[in-house]
DNA sequence: TTGCTCCTCACGTCACGTGAGGTGGC
DNA sequence: TTGCTCCTCACGTCACGTGAGGTGGC
């Protein structure tokens, strides 16, 4: 409906930071969707929430380290949440349909704040670890200054 | 110079969560430090101080997601701090050089620090945004409780 | 028409996984 | 002696990188 400007792999690439051949592989291998009307060697043709899309994906793979099968279950439940988003705003009338509609979100939510919450524990962790050591060598340091030749 | 128990590569492999495979593939590629008097087809044994480096550098693939060629960087410093610390330990005269060996320290730790408070920005940023969308929808569940049918 | 970006093979690479066949220590 | 874990090839796989040769839109 919007008037949007259409983007072409490259600017797409450059704007996620990634490169053409992982958009198109990752087409390939079913993580990203494949334009319906696209004719074989014709330009592909993006907008702005295949940018969106992309980010994300991206994001999850670098912060969270999963693999591109886990990735595309993560694809499949946004794409299932985005089809959600469609109906509700399509206007559902039922209140059972739509409170079913946004607990399916919030669970799904849910289980990616989990898996975040994990890696910046143990990212803090290590952070603290080496906090400690840090604070050791200084200290050391400053004894260094207290006793000039031992 | 301690009589430390003597470990094979499948428990060290098991205690750091990878495969022996791993340990061998970062031996061949120099990851890993090859001892000296192993016959080629007998046993490749390890100690405790070789499994805490091991789990160092699996913790630093993991949670900052570098390359191997980074990781083996990484591992030249940290080598060369352990050397650092013989040295330290076998007792050194020269205040100067005792203050040179600890300024090195803290700087491999800070430029560590930097990029793992890096990640944890990157990851308390996509937290937030998926914070901020589970108010939204809890807001809304909430709306919903309150108009029972439109 | 000239660049530029795009396209599709297709082979290369990195970081391992996975048997195949064989040897060595409780 | 029997298991068990280990060993060394060596080929397979995942997630792309990197040209090779060619086509399409400002």
């Known amino acids: ?24 592989y990752y087409e390939e291998i079913g993580l990203l969707p494949t334009a319906p009307g696209r004719e ?11 940018v969106e899309r992309l980010e994300e994906l991206l994001r999850l793979r670098d912060l969270l380290g999963i693999s591109l099968e ?9 794409s299932a949440r985005a089809a959600l988003r469609k109906e509700w705003h399509s206007g559902v009338e039922d209140p059972v349909r739509r409170r079913e509609i946004l607990e399916e979100g919030l669970s799904h939510i849910g289980g990616q704040l989990e898996l975040i919450r994990g890696r910046r524990a143990a990212l803090e962790r290590l952070e603290a670890e080496l906090m400690a050591r840090r604070r050791r060598l200084r200290s050391r340091l400053r004894g260094l200054s207290g006793t000039p030749a031992g």
């Open 40 to 50: 074989p060697g014709s330009h592909r043709l993006y907008d702005e929430s295949d």
């Open 70 to 78: 886990e990735l595309r279950e993560l694809a499949a439940a946004e």
């Open 1 to 24: 409906v919007s008037a949007e400007r259409v983007l072409r792999i490259g600017e797409v690439a450059q704007r996620t930071g990634t490169t053409p051949r992982t958009i198109r």
